[in-house]
């Protein structure tokens, strides 16, 4: 027996679900939250209430988008010259930028490390992931929380050591980036007027006050 086939026209299925997904309150609230804060990671959803499963379906639906591991920004979103900073922020929140990255920030260097130098405390575990590159340097007791100032970078909170404080340790750490490194600094600093120089005592490079706009140093030979 033979069979007839007779085309009557085409359909399209179009499927119902994304229409949900985009007018969930959850998915609208997740999307907002990560606007608000900038770079969002999966454990900050659960003090505002929402499943990790609603970071998947915004991810799916391209309303967020993942720019390293357990890091997600608003679709659209620029990244601006400093957003090593916002990244490595979001992953260590204690940490400080330190040194070769915080005299980038403040235009007292031409170099451009592509680590990110970071301050944390000598107790403190080592972050350990790859993305950003991190140059980790450990400070101790009121070295670590002297001269610390907040930014907002791509709307993250991002502690960054004063122009001041930043050139102080150049010279405390200058057998770890340069001596070089740390008279241009010191150069650029004074030239722009961010700090005041007092030269007391002897010994190595001393502690900033951290309401003071002071590079307090002691005497040492520039030749080592």
Known sequence: MGVVLQYVGHCVYTPTFSKRIMTNPRITHLVNLVRRVGILRPRDLHSHGIPRVYLRMALDQGAIV???RGLYVPRGAKPTEHHSFAQASKRVPRGVVCLLSALRFHNFTTQSPFEVW????????????????????????????????????????????????????????????????????LRECIRERKATVIQSGAGPPRRLRPSSNEVRFGTFPLSS
């Open 118 to 185: 970071l301050a944390i405390g000598e107790k403190s575990r080592l972050p350990r992931f790859e993305s950003p590159p991190l140059r980790i340097v450990r400070f101790s007791g009121t070295a670590l929380t002297y001269g610390v100032q907040e930014h907002r970078i791509e709307g993250v909170a991002v502690n960054i050591f004063s122009p001041a404080k930043t050139v102080a340790d150049c010279f405390r750490y200058r057998h770890k980036i340069g001596l070089d490194v740390a008279l241009e600094a």
């Open 66 to 68: 993942r720019v390293g």
